[in-house]
């Protein structure tokens, strides 16, 4: 309804676990990693768990994307089944064949281990994943845990994934568990969305959907949204949904912090929830102000009791307690300078990302900076994100900032450096804490990248030629092998797997794609792709 509204080709905040969506958090990284090498592991089990909504299952969509073709899925998506229902069930999933009207457990895994017998001898594997494994009862997981018994000398022949929410923990803790527990080869438990995350995953969504105008979520909005979410993604999409939907209704360009609560309460569908606190009575607030100042009176007596150690103890002499300075935490912020406008503090800005480059800037040129770039062999990169996303990349970049009247102006992050960042912005260099980068920007970045000799886009299965061998080149240095012979190379499953390989360790969509982001992390891995926004050979 509000997609033609808004500019948006798709709805940005479906429910649904499509990947072509996921947005790749650090937990989210982590928890794909962990299923890939369980995968390759050969093991039997794999384990993911997590609170509702946190995208266990958009991450195990994820995974299947990159599964080879001969993998044999099947998926039990409502687990409360006895053990003659759950092995029915496998059964009809892989296209197992059983007698009709069959009710016994023992012909139904005959027949299962028959089909898993002969699996390898077709070159497929099979892989079980079982969603909402919490419901499983124990009958129904020992039984699935002798599934697992059959095995070759190199491998089990069914793999099993299970995702669940917390309690699957416990319930594998348990003594009477504990041999299906020991065969769990990867686990991992995925937590919610940071507060950078969170405003990084709607910028994301929004951008997928195809959003080309301003932020559609005020500053306001947007910090009550971790708030009110807690950072989990199906919280925050039902929210975000609600709230272009209010906004569209009331003829509004964006939601602001008003729209947001309202939609949040109509989600919620309570007129006070929990996170909407309402005053507490003047005497309780007076009790909690008494026993604030009581405990605070108790720790700092504690404090005075404790001898303070000396320098000595310490392994610092006087001389060199001297010589340290104190380490204060930059002042500056991203304040507009006086004076700025947004074309003046945009041609500054991107003057400054030139000459990071070292490409000179002649003002009597009329081109674009991107049209200037071009023109050196690099490529303009305009995306929406967060911090992460811009330290994954690499790259310094112009970064679109809001002042407090909600004017865009523009500066440029030129280097990161543990938790300070260098920002060159009208006439003036900063340092800044990148603590405070959020209060003024929302997402917005362009940088330039290197673009590799033969570039045109998408490789087609089968491409040859000097970019699919600047690919394996780097792969090479990355991976430490030799390079393969150049007559043999060829953008196929097997250079799809390297790639996938290297875009999970860079924290990308694992899709064997080389893509902008996968060149640049690729030439970044390798000193190939020009400057960069955190110095690693300083860090080490």
């Given at each position: 309804m509000y997609k033609e509204y808004f500019g948006l080709k798709e709805n940005p905040f479906s429910i649904a676990p499509d990947p072509h969506y996921f947005y790749m958090s650090k937990g989210h990284r982590e928890a794909l990693a962990h299923l890939v090498y369980g995968i390759n592991s050969d093991g039997g089990f794999i384990l993911i768990t997590g609170e509702v909504g946190t995208g266990k299952t958009t991450v195990c969509r994820c995974l299947l994307e990159q599964l080879p073709e001969n993998a044999e899925i099947a998926?039990?998506?409502?687990?409360?089944?006895?053990?003659?229902?759950?092995?029915?069930?496998?059964?009809?999933?892989?296209?197992?064949?059983?007698?009709?009207?069959?009710?016994?457990?023992?012909?139904?895994?005959?027949?299962?281990?028959?089909?898993?017998?002969h699996i390898p001898e077709k070159g497929r594997r099979a892989i079980l994943i079982i969603e909402e494994a919490q419901n499983l009862s124990m009958e129904v997981l020992e039984q699935i845990r002798l599934l697992t018994n059959l095995e070759t000398s190199q491998r089990k022949l069914l793999q099993i994934i299970l995702l669940g929410q917390p309690e699957l923990r416990k319930m594998l803790a348990q003594s009477q568990l504990r041999q299906l527990s020991q065969r769990v080869t990867a686990r991992y438990h995925l937590g919610p969305l940071s507060k950078d995350e969170t405003f990084e995953y709607v910028n994301h969504r929004l951008s997928v959907a195809g959003l080309n105008r301003g932020q559609l979520f005020s500053k306001g909005a947007m910090k009550h949204l971790f708030r009110l979410t807690g950072g989990i993604p199906r919280l925050i999409n039902l929210i975000c949904d609600r709230a272009l939907l209010g906004a569209y209704?009331?003829?509004?360009?964006?939601?602001?912090?008003?729209?947001?609560?309202?939609?949040?309460?109509?989600?919620?569908?309570?007129?006070?929830?929990?996170?909407?606190?309402k005053p507490a009575h003047p005497a309780l607030w007076a009790f909690f102000i008494i026993l604030f100042f009581a405990a605070l009176t108790v720790s700092y007596f504690n404090w005075r009791l404790q001898p303070f150690p000396s320098l000595k103890s310490r392994g610092i002499s006087q001389k060199q307690f001297a010589a340290t300075p104190i380490q204060e935490p930059p002042s500056a912020d991203l304040e507009k300078p006086i004076g700025g406008t947004r074309t003046g503090?945009?041609?500054?800005?991107?003057?400054?990302?030139?000459?990071q480059w070292g490409i000179p800037v002649n003002p009597r040129d009329r081109r674009t900076p991107c049209e200037q770039a071009i023109e050196k062999g690099l490529q303009c990169l305009n995306e929406k994100g967060g911090l992460s996303d811009l330290q994954r990349l690499?790259?310094?970049?112009?970064?679109?900032?809001?002042?407090?009247?909600?004017?865009?102006?523009f500066a440029a992050i030129l280097s990161i450096q543990d938790h300070t960042a260098t920002f060159a912005i009208g006439n003036e260099t900063r340092k800044v804490d990148i603590r405070k980068i959020a209060s003024w920007w929302l997402g917005e970045y362009t940088l330039f990248w290197k673009v590799p000799s033969n570039y045109k886009g998408k490789l087609d299965q089968g491409s040859r030629g000097p970019l699919v061998a600047w690919i394996d080149q780097q792969l090479s240095i990355v991976q430490g092998r030799p390079a393969k012979p150049k007559e043999k190379l060829l953008y196929n499953e097997p250079m799809k797997k390297e790639i996938r390989a290297f875009q999970i360790t860079a924290g990308l969509v694992p899709d064997g794609i080389m893509g902008p982001r996968t060149i640049i992390c690729l030439a970044n891995a390798t000193d190939a792709g020009g400057p960069t926004l955190i110095n690693k050979k300083r860090d080490h």
């Open positions: 998926f039990i998506l409502n687990p409360k089944l006895t053990v003659e229902e759950l092995l029915a069930t496998i059964c009809d999933e892989f296209g197992i064949s059983y007698p009709e009207g069959n009710k016994s457990n023992k012909v139904f895994v005959s027949a299962i281990y028959e089909y898993l017998l209704v009331q003829g509004k360009d964006h939601v602001d912090r008003k729209t947001l609560m309202t939609a949040a309460r109509e989600v919620y569908g309570k007129e006070d929830p929990q996170w909407m606190i503090t945009r041609n500054m800005a991107y003057r400054a990302l030139l000459s690499n790259k310094p970049a112009v970064l679109t900032l809001v002042d407090g009247k909600g004017e865009e102006y």
